[in-house]
C-alpha cells in the first residue's frame, strides 16, 4: 500500500479539484450555499467568520453577500505572514477586499473594525481535504489550525467541500491539526 505524504495527498486533491468542470462547481457551489442557509446554526448567527475563496475552493462570495443582505454581521481573516496569525475583520460591502496575503482577497487593517474571538457566532473554514470525522487538511502554513485553537471551543464551524475532497482519512495528522464541527458538501 502506498503511503502519501501531506504534501503529496494535498497535490492529489488539487489536481482532481483542478479536473473539474466549471458548471460542475457552479451547481455544487450551490447546493452547497443552499444547504449552509437551511442551517440552525446560521439562522442564530449574528457574526460570521468567512474564507475569501480563490480557485478551486467551495465559492463563498455569494454567501458573504447573502449574510450581508440578511444584516449578518460578515468578517474576514485579515492574515499577519510574519506572526502566523489572522485578525477578524468585519466588513460592511463586499467593495472593501483588496488583494491580501498570498493573494487572497481581505479588508484593511482597522481597530474599530476588529472583532474579538468571542463575538464570532460561526466560523466558515477552508481546506484541501476532510476526512469522515470532520478533520482537516489546509494548505500546511498553519494559520487556520492556530485560528481554531483559540476560539472558545463552543464557536462552531463549518468546513465547505466538493464530493473529491472528502476522503475517509487523512494522511498525517497532528496534535496541532484541528476538526471542524461540520463539512457541507453537495
Known amino acids: 500500500m502506498n503511503i502519501l505524504t501531506k504534501q503529496e495527498f494535498r497535490k492529489r486533491i488539487l489536481d482532481l479539484i483542478q479536473t473539474q468542470k466549471e458548471e460542475d462547481a457552479l451547481r455544487k457551489d450551490r447546493v452547497i450555499l443552499e444547504k449552509f442557509f437551511a442551517l ?3 439562522e442564530k448567527a449574528k457574526t460570521i467568520l468567512f474564507y475569501a475563496s480563490i480557485k478551486g475552493e467551495v ?5 458573504m453577500e447573502r449574510s450581508l443582505e440578511l444584516k449578518k454581521r460578515v468578517v474576514l481573516p485579515v492574515v499577519q505572514e510574519e506572526t502566523k496569525h489572522i485578525i477578524p475583520m468585519m466588513i460592511r460591502s463586499m467593495n472593501e ?11 484593511a487593517v482597522s481597530m474599530e473594525r476588529a472583532i474579538a474571538l468571542d463575538e464570532i457566532d460561526l466560523v466558515v473554514v477552508p481546506g484541501i ?3 469522515r470525522k470532520n478533520n482537516r487538511l489546509g494548505r500546511g502554513a498553519g494559520f487556520y489550525d492556530r485560528f481554531l485553537s483559540e476560539l472558545p471551543v463552543t464557536t462552531p464551524t463549518i468546513g465547505l467541500a ?3 475532497q472528502i476522503v ?3 494522511p498525517g495528522l497532528e496534535f496541532h491539526d484541528r476538526p ?3 463539512v457541507l458538501t453537495h
Not at 465559492?59 to 454567501?63: D, G, H, L, R, V
Not at 477586499?97 to 479588508?107: N, R, V
Open 59 to 63: 465559492n463563498t462570495f455569494a454567501m
Open 180 to 182: 471542524v464541527t461540520q
Open 97 to 107: 477586499l483588496k488583494p491580501g496575503a498570498f493573494d487572497i482577497p481581505e479588508p
Open 162 to 164: 466538493y464530493d473529491m
Open 129 to 131: 481535504a476532510f476526512d
Open 168 to 170: 475517509d482519512a487523512l
Open 40 to 42: 440552525p446554526v446560521f
